[in-house]
T-cell receptor, first 111, second 110 residues
Framework: QKEVEQDPGPLSVPEGAIVSLNCTYS??????FMWYRQYSRKGPELLMY????GNKEDGRFTAQVDKSSKYISLFIRDSQPSDSATYLC???????????FGTGTKLQVIP | DADVTQTPRNRITKTGKRIMLECSQT?????MYWYRQDPGLGLQLIYY???????NKGEISDGYSVSRQAQAKFSLSLESAIPNQTALYFC?????????FGPGTRLTVL
């Protein structure tokens, strides 16, 4: 079993839809939870950062962490064609440990 | 100017050739990483370095070597390239948790 599991998609939605992207993980030591966004032919960039369980909102994006079920979610409201990208979850236990990346979910928002 | 630069951006080489990919960063971070990305496999860590004197193997280090020449420079070498090393390679730096990626090098081994 991989330490982080993420559905690769692709996920195709119409513009304006609510998008839900998810990851599960197995390492209980993970304390920090990040989402990276990667546009085609570019390097990943940090989109959201959450510590421990709970929700964090930033504009149209909400990151949600449920440590009891080891489940990470990213919600995108009012999705736009510019949101078309691959989204990678990246949990991390802190200190001198490595960040573990999910395989990424490719999202396409259709105008 | 970009904080993390990679050279070359694209490279086509032949089986058995030695090739070096270079990474430079201006963020002043101690930590640097090399990843490869393949469709369906996500980012796989090749090597990482937490400071100039520290080098660690990642998940898939076989066939690769690295050199940390300075805080700002981290190079990845393929001593004898093989076709299954065809991939997109990313360098990254981090302060502690947030990683900053370069634009990537697309390597094709024929």
């Amino acid at each position: 079993q991989k330490e982080v599991e993420q559905d690769p998609g692709p996920l195709s939605v119409p513009e304006g839809a609510i998008v839900s992207l998810n990851c599960t993980y197995s390492n209980s030591a993970f304390q920090y939870f990040m989402w990276y966004r990667q546009y085609s032919r570019k390097g990943p960039e940090l989109l959201m950062y959450t510590y421990s369980s709970g929700n964090k909102e930033d504009g149209r994006f909400t990151a949600q962490v449920d440590k009891s079920s080891k489940y990470i979610s990213l919600f995108i409201r009012d999705s736009q064609p510019s949101d078309s990208a691959t989204y990678l979850c990246a949990p991390y236990s802190g200190g001198y440990q490595k960040v573990t990346f999910g395989t990424g979910t490719k999202l396409q928002v259709i105008p | 100017d970009a904080d993390v630069t990679q050279t070359p951006r694209n490279r086509i080489t032949k089986t058995g050739k030695r090739i070096m990919l270079e990474c430079s960063q201006t963020k002043g971070h101690d930590r640097m990483y090399w990843y490869r990305q393949d469709p369906g496999l996500g980012l796989q860590l090749i090597y990482y370095s937490f400071d100039v004197k520290d080098i660690n193997k990642g998940e898939i280090s076989d066939g690769y070597s690295v050199s940390r020449q300075a805080q700002a420079k981290f190079s990845l070498s393929l001593e004898s390239a093989i076709p299954n090393q065809t991939a997109l390679y990313f360098c990254a730096t981090s302060d502690q948790d947030t990683q900053y990626f370069g634009p990537g090098t697309r390597l094709t081994v024929l």
